[in-house]
């Protein structure tokens, strides 16, 4: 099995720690794992501000760099919700098709595919964990609150393998940070108000750290944490699970 | 200051200017929607009950002429007037004009965020007419000469004090008074004064059976049945999407819309209307406004299927945390922000961008309209209309050049980490919006990519 790394743009660029811990995370459990080094970003920042008509390039790029592979995995909800939902090329429409459907966000390629059933990581420490809408709304990676279905969580039952992690609980489980793409400037006010509320949630139930499935809701909400000079940390998901 | 030249944004960020009462509007409608959770929680086949109320609204909007045809046909067999009105003007005419038949210039009125949508009230002032709102907090938005912030509740957005105020201006009581009880009795009385004089009512209409001819109002309040029956006229107006086929499917829709709404298991009246009294009249007004169009659009269309419970607007984080003033349309919130562009693409061209697409509101939606995908589809057709700023598309066009290229992107990178010359946070690099209130995130040395050529 040859799996094709697809690391979303700002994260490449911002947080590369989550980046190599996704790479040793998937190294570890024995996957041959290849970064395509001409990859960029899956064109979810001007299609969610409605210029989708300008992702062809992005598309194109992302085909080529990603078609090859037998599974694509990526550590983010949102940009592997864009990529299978929205990819598509005229050109190529079964490459496009296959793409879109044998991409995955990290933590569900390790339940749903590895079948992970045990982590040789610890992490003695007090975590909240944000549901990142397009993971869980848009991949469905844990249950939803509106929803009278049964509970299950993917990145839950990962990070309940860790060694040492207490998992705190929040007063409202799965509400958004407000990041939301060009929203967290468009709307400045509402994100911010949103992610000093979903910030809040955490701090009030003794959050050492914050940990989610998608770095973008954490950058917005480390952001917040640091204006207010907090001592709280955010950390990706794999980077926990890859006993950092 | 007039709201309709502001944006949701520049709305939302006056709103924002007071922390605590976004803390506090925020809470009150959190709260609501718990009351919906606990309530949905306890009928194990609710999601059953969604998909059906969806399959059940499909079919109507597949077969509309059909349905609105044999209701009208059976309406008009229970000794109904039925009028059909293309639009606002239309509506509002034949509304006057029944008042004018039957010499009336004070007319009550239930709550209808129709007739919101279609500024009856103002057109009936300037026609002579007084209008009285009878339920509560459309009263109370009435004496502030507001319209209504939420379909389902008008004044969630004032606190008792106001309502008290507003209640010693209008109603003479005394100064500083806001307990609820002695606010609603003061209403009470106050309506009941009204509800007794007035010789013409206006209801909305919740659901019209096409089978029976009959329709059906639910109110918590009772003031729905206490204009009607003490009234000689009854006029009823309705979209023409609130047709349900047969008697039986309010089986599956009155237990979907308060357990929606407010979390009650059913609104305390579900009052129908199928034949006036002997020697009154009652009238039906079926208005399409813009709704033919909407039906016309494909990828907007299930958006009819909306049976008014709000409860999009109480999960949406971002309606709890702007009001529903900010959407400057007379339904507000998730909804309102996928059925104004239809009416008005331009005016309303920023409401699908007042959204995360976090996705709460299709989840939570009794007849599962799929409103932030629509959202998203919105935004595609506003800016194909050529609605967006042109700063914006600038913006876009240097990002998605920079982003289809590997060497334009590594190069951005290496000269200072592109995001912050082209990133959506960085659009406004004289004002970075992102900096007024977060801190930007601290460039690593190297990217991940730089690190992986040199140790794989």
Same mark, same amino acid.
């Given at each position: 099995?040859?799996?094709?790394?697809?690391?979303?743009?700002?994260?490449?660029?911002?947080?590369?720690?989550?980046?190599?811990?996704?790479?040793?995370?998937?190294?570890?459990?024995?996957?041959?794992?290849?970064?395509?080094?001409?990859?960029?970003?899956?064109?979810?920042?001007?299609?969610?501000?409605?210029?989708?008509?300008?992702t062809?390039?992005?598309?194109?790029?992302?085909?080529?760099n990603?078609?090859e592979?037998?599974?694509?995995?990526?550590?983010?909800?949102?940009?592997?919700?864009?990529?299978?939902?929205?990819?598509?090329d005229d050109?190529?429409p079964?490459? /496009?098709?296959?793409?879109?459907?044998?991409?995955?966000?990290?933590?569900?390629?390790?339940?749903?595919?590895?079948?992970?059933?045990?982590?040789?990581?610890?992490?003695?420490?007090?975590?909240?964990?944000?549901?990142?809408?397009?993971?869980?709304?848009?991949?469905?990676?844990?249950?939803?609150?509106?929803?009278?279905?049964?509970?299950?969580?993917?990145?839950?039952?990962?990070?309940?393998?860790?060694?040492?992690?207490?998992?705190?609980p929040?007063?409202?489980?799965?509400?958004?940070c407000g990041?939301?793409?060009?929203?967290?400037?468009?709307?400045?006010?509402?994100?911010?108000?949103?992610?000093?509320?979903?910030?809040?949630?955490?701090?009030?139930?003794?959050?050492?750290?914050?940990?989610?499935?998608?770095?973008?809701?954490?950058?917005?909400?480390?952001?917040?944490?640091?204006?207010?000079?907090?001592?709280?940390?955010?950390?990706?998901? /794999?980077?926990?699970l890859?006993?950092? | 200051m007039?709201?309709?030249?502001?944006?949701?944004a520049?709305?939302?960020?006056?709103?924002?200017?007071?922390?605590?009462?976004?803390?506090?509007?925020?809470?009150?409608?959190?709260?609501?929607?718990?009351?919906?959770?606990?309530?949905?929680?306890?009928?194990?086949?609710?999601?059953?009950?969604?998909? +059906?109320?969806?399959? #059940?609204?499909?079919n109507?909007?597949?077969?509309?002429h059909?349905?609105?045809?044999?209701?009208?046909?059976?309406?008009?067999?229970?000794?109904i007037?039925?009028?059909?009105a293309?639009?606002?003007?239309?509506?509002?005419?034949?509304?006057?004009?029944?008042?004018?038949?039957?010499?009336? +210039?004070r007319?009550?009125?239930?709550?209808?965020?129709?007739?919101?949508?279609?500024?009856?009230?103002?057109?009936?002032?300037?026609?002579g007419?007084?209008?009285?709102?009878?339920?509560?907090?459309?009263?109370?938005?009435?004496?502030?000469?507001?319209?209504?912030?939420?379909?389902?509740?008008p004044?969630?957005?004032?606190?008792?004090?106001?309502?008290?105020?507003?209640?010693?201006?209008?109603?003479?009581?005394?100064?500083?008074?806001?307990?609820?009880?002695?606010?609603?009795?003061?209403?009470?009385?106050?309506?009941?004064? +009204?509800?007794?004089?007035?010789?013409?009512?206006?209801?909305?209409?919740?659901?019209?059976?096409?089978?029976?001819?009959?329709?059906?109002?639910?109110?918590?309040?009772?003031?729905?049945?206490?204009?009607a029956?003490?009234?000689?006229?009854?006029?009823?107006?309705?979209?023409?999407?609130? #047709?349900?086929?047969?008697?039986?499917?309010?089986?599956?829709?009155?237990?979907l819309?308060?357990?929606?709404?407010?979390?009650?298991?059913?609104t305390?009246?579900?009052?129908?209307?199928?034949?006036?009294?002997?020697?009154?009249?009652?009238?039906?007004?079926?208005?399409?406004?813009?709704?033919?169009?909407?039906?016309?659009?494909?990828?907007?269309?299930?958006?009819?299927?909306?049976?008014?419970?709000?409860?999009c607007?109480?999960?949406?984080?971002?309606?709890?945390?702007?009001?529903?003033?900010?959407?400057?349309?007379?339904?507000? %919130?998730?909804?309102?922000?996928?059925?104004?562009?239809?009416?008005?693409?331009?005016?309303?061209?920023?409401?699908?961008?007042?959204?995360?697409?976090?996705?709460?509101?299709?989840?939570?939606?009794?007849?599962?309209?799929?409103?932030?995908?629509?959202?998203?589809?919105?935004r595609?057709?506003?800016?194909?209309? %050529?609605?967006a700023?042109?700063?914006?598309?600038?913006?876009?066009?240097?990002?998605?050049? +920079?982003?289809?290229?590997?060497?334009?992107?590594?190069?951005?990178?290496?000269?200072?980490?592109w995001?912050?010359?082209?990133?959506?946070?960085?659009?406004?690099?004289?004002?970075?919006?992102?900096?007024?209130?977060?801190?930007?995130?601290?460039?690593?040395?190297?990217?991940?990519?730089?690190?992986?050529k040199?140790?794989?």
């Amino acid at each position: 099995m040859t799996v094709g790394l697809f690391i979303p743009c700002y994260v490449d660029q911002f947080y590369p720690e989550a980046a190599k811990a996704t790479l040793q995370l998937l190294e570890k459990l024995g996957v041959n794992v290849i970064y395509p080094q001409n990859q960029t970003c899956c064109g979810q920042p001007m299609a969610n501000s409605g210029f989708e008509h300008l992702t062809s390039g992005c598309n194109e790029l992302f085909i080529k760099n990603f078609a090859e592979f037998d599974y694509i995995v990526a550590p983010s909800g949102s940009c592997v919700l864009h990529i299978k939902d929205h990819i598509h090329d005229d050109k190529q429409p079964l490459k /496009a098709e296959s793409v879109s459907n044998k991409i995955y966000e990290l933590t569900s390629f390790l339940t749903d595919i590895l079948q992970v059933k045990s982590l040789p990581a610890r992490f003695p420490h007090k975590v909240g964990v944000h549901q990142s809408c397009h993971g869980q709304r848009g991949l469905h990676l844990s249950q939803m609150s509106e929803l009278v279905a049964p509970h299950f969580s993917k990145p839950g039952s990962l990070l309940n393998m860790v060694e040492g992690i207490e998992i705190i609980p929040l007063n409202r489980i799965d509400e958004c940070c407000g990041f939301g793409g060009t929203f967290c400037v468009a709307e400045e006010a509402v994100s911010v108000k949103m992610g000093k509320d979903r910030v809040a949630d955490h701090l009030q139930h003794g959050a050492e750290y914050i940990t989610g499935v998608d770095m973008s809701c954490l950058m917005h909400m480390e952001g917040i944490l640091n204006r207010q000079g907090s001592k709280v940390k955010v950390l990706h998901i /794999a980077q926990i699970l890859n006993g950092i | 200051m007039n709201n309709e030249q502001k944006d949701h944004a520049a709305l939302a960020d006056i709103f924002n200017k007071d922390e605590a009462r976004v803390d506090w509007h925020d809470e009150t409608l959190w709260w609501i929607r718990a009351k919906r959770d606990k309530s949905v929680h306890q009928i194990p086949e609710w999601e059953a009950l969604r998909e +059906t109320a969806s399959q #059940i609204k499909n079919n109507v909007l597949s077969n509309l002429h059909t349905y609105l045809q044999q209701f009208e046909t059976n309406a008009q067999a229970n000794g109904i007037t039925v009028h059909w009105a293309s639009d606002a003007k239309e509506h509002n005419e034949i509304v006057h004009s029944l008042l004018k038949m039957h010499d009336v +210039t004070r007319m009550v009125k239930s709550k209808s965020m129709l007739t919101e949508e279609l500024h009856l009230n103002e057109y009936l002032a300037d026609h002579g007419v007084d209008v009285i709102d009878s339920d509560l907090g459309e009263r109370i938005v009435q004496l502030a000469k507001e319209p209504p912030s939420h379909i389902v509740l008008p004044c969630i957005h004032k606190k008792k004090e106001e309502i008290g105020a507003l209640f010693h201006q209008y109603m003479g009581i005394a100064e500083g008074i806001s307990d609820p009880q002695f606010l609603t009795e003061t209403a009470r009385q106050h309506l009941r004064e +009204t509800f007794l004089t007035r010789k013409a009512a206006l209801t909305g209409v919740n659901f019209a059976v096409a089978e029976t001819g009959e329709f059906v109002v639910c109110t918590n309040e009772g003031n729905a049945d206490m204009g009607a029956h003490l009234a000689d006229v009854h006029i009823a107006s309705m979209g023409i999407e609130k #047709i349900i086929p047969k008697r039986e499917h309010l089986g599956v829709f009155l237990r979907l819309l308060t357990r929606s709404a407010t979390g009650q298991p059913i609104t305390t009246y579900s009052s129908h209307f199928s034949k006036p009294r002997n020697g009154e009249k009652m009238h039906i007004i079926i208005v399409d406004n813009g709704r033919t169009v909407q039906l016309g659009r494909e990828e907007f269309r299930n958006s009819l299927k909306c049976i008014r419970c709000g409860a999009c607007m109480n999960t949406c984080p971002v309606y709890r945390r702007s009001g529903g003033h900010s959407y400057h349309n007379a339904i507000s %919130g998730p909804i309102g922000a996928i059925l104004a562009p239809n009416l008005d693409m331009e005016k309303y061209a920023d409401l699908p961008f007042a959204s995360t697409l976090c996705g709460s509101c299709s989840n939570v939606c009794p007849v599962k309209i799929d409103i932030h995908d629509q959202l998203y589809k919105w935004r595609q057709v506003i800016v194909q209309k %050529g609605y967006a700023p042109t700063a914006k598309k600038l913006s876009m066009q240097a990002m998605a050049k +920079t982003l289809a290229s590997p060497t334009a992107y590594h190069l951005a990178g290496k000269a200072g980490r592109w995001v912050m010359k082209i990133a959506p946070f960085a659009l406004n690099n004289k004002l970075n919006p992102w900096y007024k209130n977060r801190d930007m995130p601290k460039p690593p040395d190297e990217s991940f990519g730089e690190w992986y050529k040199k140790n794989r």
